[in-house]
């Protein structure tokens, strides 16, 4: 099965976030970038992308047909999405077993398991 893993930052402290990365110990902040990158090695992972700020977001919809723009994003930004990865696995529990080794799970986020659906 493939899944993809939302990973919702929510107060997660980064280091787009000087004040809030710096409230974590140096030994915290290598344990971070360590765990990402064992993620990214994992058999399975296709790497995703960090993704910009919510507030660098443009919302679009279309009504009677003519398209909508609205700066910044839908959702409030604590629920905005921080990045992505795709995982495939033999069943969720693989995935729910990743999904609990990113960092933002810990540290304030949380992760979004959606299975993908394959034609």
């Known amino acids: ?9 929510g107060s ?5 976030d000087p004040d809030a990365w710096a409230k974590l110990s140096d030994e915290e902040q290598k344990a971070v970038f360590a765990d990402y990158q064992a993620i990214n090695e ?21 009504e ?3 398209t909508l723009t609205t700066d910044g994003p839908f959702v409030e930004m604590k629920e905005a999405l921080g990045g992505y990865l795709l995982f495939e696995a033999d069943d969720l529990d ?10 933002a799970a810990r540290l304030g986020g949380a992760i ?8």
């Open 12 to 16: 997660a402290p980064t280091p787009r």
């Open 94 to 103: 693989a995935a729910i077993e990743l999904a609990a080794r990113i960092p």
């Open 42 to 62: 994992t058999p399975g992972v296709t790497s995703g992308a960090q993704m910009q700020p919510p507030e660098m977001a443009t919302t679009v919809r279309v």
């Open 1 to 9: 099965m493939k899944f993809m893993l939302l990973i919702h930052q």
């Open 112 to 119: 979004e398991v959606r299975p993908l659906v394959e034609w």
């Open 64 to 66: 009677e047909g003519q």
